[in-house]
Structure formats: structure tokens, C-alpha cells
């Protein structure tokens, strides 16, 4: 067990949907990562939170948002779904801002199915 | 295009077998982590190598970071039904706001057989 959770654990909805996806961190994590797993592009770093601040952001579609909260969890949107979309989404935490040698924990992830 | 390329991309042994999994890139890297993911869990960080030459033992696990800091390589020894698994190595790159952040590579399936 990471100690961070995700839900919900399965999701599937249409097209054109919007969807919100949770992560809680470790105890004690500052830092929230967002990731995309598919089978074609393999695990992509989409953004991450610091403190509740935008941190580094990566391959993130303007489709996608997201947000940290005082409590430290955060959230991940998806809007106007395409079949594209359907990925496992996982959210990693980490103590500090990011440092390169600082280990990151990560959830058990969504698995997001789009028909 | 991927950033860290691993090889390979699927391999099934037999147990009691060794094996070696390498990433490799074009980019130098300040770190790079290896993990392992089973189905329905998130990546689980193994090791982490920092320094250039470094090599790490995990009990039958073998870590080497390249001296340029360029690649890595995973060994097994003595494989077990219980290494299968798909192996990840993520690099971590400094460079200014993209701060800790993770390229992972594709992943080596890892399947070994009883």
C-alpha cells in the first residue's frame, strides 16, 4: 500500500462527457503528479501540484484541467471526452517540490473507459 | 517521440534464468528510477541511481547507471514466477521549472515461467 488513493477505481461514460477524477496523497506529501498510462504511449506526465501551486506541467490536452486543495488533494477534469481518452490515469506524491533523486508513491490509478 | 527507449519490449523466461532489461536515451539525466507495475496497481519504485557508474543490488537485482548518465540496465539473477511484471525506468530531468520531473520509458513486460 502507497498510502495514496485514488477514485474512483473504475469509470465509464460517453463521449462528450466531463468527468472528475481524486487523489489523496501520502501523509506528509506536499507534492501531487498526475500521469496517463495507454497502451500506445506508455506512462506520460501530465502535471504537478506543489503546495497547492502549479508546479511543472507536461502533455496535458487544454481539455484537461486540474487543481490542488489546502488539504493537499487534488483533482484531475477531463472535459468534452474523446474515445482517445480511455487511459489509466494515475496520481503519484512525493515529499518535497520534486527534487530528482526524491521518490514518487503512486496510487492504484482510474482506468477510464470513454464509449 | 519516447525519450528513454527500453529492451526489450516483452520477454518470457524460464525460472532460474538471468536476465538484463537496458534503457537508453540521448539526454543526460540528474537520476533515474526503476519501477515495477503489476496488473491493477501503480508503478512500485524499486531503486533510485544518482551518480554516474553507480551500481545498486536489490537481493537478486542488479542496478548500473551509465558513467554519461545517459542509460541504465536492470539484472536478474536466478529469476522467479514472482519478478513478472512490467519493469519501468523513469529519468529524472533537471531543468528549471520542470523540476522532478519523470520520463518514463515504455516498460519491459517481464514473464517467467514455472
Known amino acids: 500500500d502507497s498510502g495514496v488513493t485514488q477514485t474512483p477505481k473504475h469509470l465509464i461514460t460517453a463521449t462528450g462527457q466531463r468527468v472528475t477524477l481524486r487523489c489523496s496523497p501520502r501523509?506528509?506529501?506536499?507534492?501531487v503528479y498526475w500521469y496517463q498510462q495507454s497502451l500506445d504511449q506508455g506512462l506520460q506526465f501530465l502535471i504537478q501540484y506543489y503546495n497547492g501551486e502549479e508546479r511543472a506541467k507536461g502533455n496535458i490536452l487544454e481539455r484537461f484541467s486540474a487543481q490542488q486543495f489546502p488539504d493537499l488533494h487534488s483533482e484531475l477534469n477531463l472535459s468534452s471526452l474523446e474515445l482517445g481518452d480511455s487511459a489509466l490515469y494515475f496520481c503519484a506524491s512525493s515529499v518535497g517540490p520534486g527534487y530528482s533523486n526524491q521518490p514518487q508513491h503512486f496510487g492504484d490509478g482510474t482506468r477510464l473507459s470513454i464509449l | 517521440t519516447q525519450l528513454l527507449e527500453q529492451s526489450p519490449q516483452f520477454l518470457s523466461i524460464q525460472e532460474g534464468e538471468n536476465l538484463t532489461v537496458y534503457c537508453n536515451s540521448s539526454?543526460?539525466?540528474?537520476?533515474l528510477q526503476w519501477y515495477r507495475q503489476e496488473p491493477g496497481e501503480g508503478p512500485v519504485l524499486l531503486v533510485t541511481v544518482v551518480t554516474g557508474g553507480e551500481v545498486k543490488k536489490l537481493k537478486r537485482l542488479t542496478f548500473q547507471f551509465g558513467d554519461a548518465r545517459k542509460d541504465s540496465s536492470l539484472h536478474i539473477t536466478a529469476a522467479q514466477t514472482g519478478d513478472t511484471g512490467l519493469y519501468l525506468c523513469?529519468?529524472?530531468?533537471?531543468?528549471?521549472?520542470?523540476?522532478?520531473?519523470?520520463?518514463f520509458g515504455r516498460g519491459t513486460q517481464l514473464t517467467v515461467w514455472p
Open positions: 501523509s506528509g506529501d506536499l507534492s
Open positions: 523513469a529519468g529524472a530531468e533537471y531543468r528549471g521549472s520542470t523540476l522532478g520531473r519523470l520520463y
Open positions: 539526454s543526460v539525466f540528474s537520476s
